[in-house]
């Protein structure tokens, strides 16, 4: 019989329809890796069509190029100029569309992915995002950033060229306010935090680890809402990804890389998003929530069940999902 899981941090169900779940090389993605040149002459992001991305506002130089650079979205989603208004007439409720977007692009190769890279260069992309973080939070008009990555076709990308993108919100979304509810929720039931109690669980279970290092566990959540949904959580309690430290930037650039590895030689490079679930800085403190990384690889497309109910219907069962990673050699 499938069964229905509850997955605490999210408070989405899931059905894990056992009866109907595929075996976990059966999401491989066929013909994923094709062959892409170092460098495209047409391509914004490559080294030398600098002037063809908006002014950049921070890079990682390397002698006189760089290794990471950052510049605003050619084709920002909210706008940079302005002041946040917000106009509430009845029921209806509006804000400006001010904010942040940013684009990180990884390294001056256009072929050269993150599971392909040296940890250094990993290293380097975080450092970028989390100095990138802790400026738009500066910004009086932002209520919230999020850190994403968007990978391959199926995922929302229209640049291939390896990049991640940093956006400043105007409002909190509907998903974080959840998750900070669920997590204030829950430690005022316990005493504990929501993610700490996770990370306890599936350390001392086991059947869903795929990595446990000095300082980040990876894992497939026992609700997994889709094949391979993956977190990474950090051991040290924090609420926000700021206060990452040097060592531990090390620790997560290996973990990353691992992972991105696993789906890389195991299911055959599948399109994925990556996001950066933190606080704002200035909750560093905060005992109710505690960052983390989600990676969904996209090797099932969501559907009408989905999009009606919010519930999911997961066809692979996390635990054989992570047992077929672990063993994914790379
Ligand atoms: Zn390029
Ligand atoms: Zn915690």
Not at 78 to 85: C, I, N, V
């Amino acid at each position: 019989m499938p069964e229905l899981r509850l997955n605490l941090i999210t408070r989405e169900w899931v059905i894990i329809a056992n009866e109907r779940a595929k075996r976990p090389d059966e999401f491989r993605k066929l013909k994923n890796k094709k062959n892409t040149p170092e460098y495209l002459d047409t391509c914004p992001f490559c080294p030398g069509n600098e002037g063809r991305t908006p002014e950049e506002v921070m890079r990682i130089p390397d002698g006189k190029g760089w290794k990471v650079r950052v510049t605003p979205n050619k084709f920002p989603a909210l706008s940079t100029d302005g002041q946040r208004e917000r106009k509430n007439e009845g029921i209806r409720h509006l804000v400006t569309g001010v904010g942040r977007h940013e684009v990180v692009i990884e390294s001056p190769l256009h072929n050269l992915s993150m599971p392909l890279m040296d940890i250094e260069n990993i290293a380097n992309i975080i450092r970028t995002c989390r100095e990138r973080f802790v400026e738009i939070y500066k910004d009086p008009r932002i209520e919230h950033v999020i850190i994403f990555k968007n990978f391959g076709e199926g995922a929302g990308t229209s640049l291939e060229h390896p990049h991640m993108q940093i956006i400043g919100t105007p409002v909190t979304p509907i998903q974080v306010r959840s998750r900070i509810e669920e997590g204030t929720r829950y430690f005022d039931n316990t005493g504990e935090c929501l993610i700490c109690a996770t990370l306890k669980d599936e350390l001392s279970d086991g059947r869903r680890l795929i990595l446990n290092t000095e300082n980040f566990v990876t894992f497939i959540p026992y609700a997994a809402l889709s094949p391979f949904h993956t977190w990474i959580f950090p051991k040290l309690h924090c609420a926000t990804f700021s206060s990452i430290t040097e060592e531990e930037i090390y620790d997560l650039s290996f973990s990353l890389k691992t992972i991105l590895s696993k789906y890389y030689f195991g299911l055959e490079n599948p399109a994925f998003n990556l996001v950066i679930r933190s606080q704002n800085p200035k909750e560093c403190a905060s005992e109710y929530f505690h960052w983390y990384i989600s990676i969904v690889p996209r090797v099932i497309q969501t559907a009408g069940f989905e999009l009606g109910s919010g519930m999911y219907i997961n066809t692979a069962i996390p635990e054989e999902s992570a047992e077929f990673l672990r063993n994914t050699k790379v």
